[in-house]
């Protein structure tokens, strides 16, 4: 199944638009479908320590809470804080889903 994409350009979209039709047709297959919707998809910006502080304060949680949420150790998302570590792969995304959908799209 192809996922809708929401591309970053007009022109990617359109690219992405037929590639979608050639594969409902059966010329592209699945592994190239997924190139062409890697393509299209905005990158996840990085978040700082600032970013992550005010997130989780925006959403009124405390550290451990966001750890429990994002399934990672208290102590990660200290260092997150004090910008010790950086956030990266699925923990990046969890928190970029927090930040544009809000906690009901984790929960």
Same mark, same amino acid.
């Given at each position: 199944?192809?996922?809708?994409? &929401?591309? +970053? #350009? !007009?022109?990617? %979209?359109?690219?992405? !638009? #037929? %590639? +979608? $039709? *050639?594969? $409902?047709?059966?010329?592209?297959?699945?592994?190239?479908?997924? @190139?062409?919707?890697? *393509?299209?998809?905005?990158?996840?910006?990085?978040?700082? =320590?600032? &970013?992550?502080? +005010?997130?989780?304060? /925006?959403? /009124?949680? =405390? /550290?451990?809470?966001?750890? %429990?949420?994002?399934?990672? =150790?208290? =102590? #990660?998302? /200290?260092?997150? !804080?004090? $910008? !010790?570590?950086?956030?990266?792969?699925?923990?990046? +995304?969890? *928190?970029?889903?927090? $930040? @544009? @959908?809000?906690?009901? %799209?984790?929960?």
């Amino acid at each position: 199944m192809v996922r809708n994409v &929401k591309a +970053k #350009t !007009e022109l990617l %979209a359109a690219i992405h !638009e #037929t %590639a +979608k $039709d *050639l594969h $409902d047709l059966g010329f592209i297959d699945m592994r190239k479908m997924r @190139k062409y919707d890697l *393509l299209c998809l905005e990158p996840i910006p990085n978040y700082d =320590s600032k &970013k992550i502080r +005010k997130l989780r304060i /925006q959403l /009124q949680l =405390s /550290q451990s809470v966001l750890a %429990a949420i994002l399934n990672i =150790s208290l =102590s #990660t998302v /200290q260092k997150w !804080e004090i $910008d !010790e570590k950086h956030p990266r792969g699925p923990s990046l +995304k969890l *928190l970029h889903l927090l $930040d @544009k @959908k809000g906690i009901e %799209a984790i929960l």
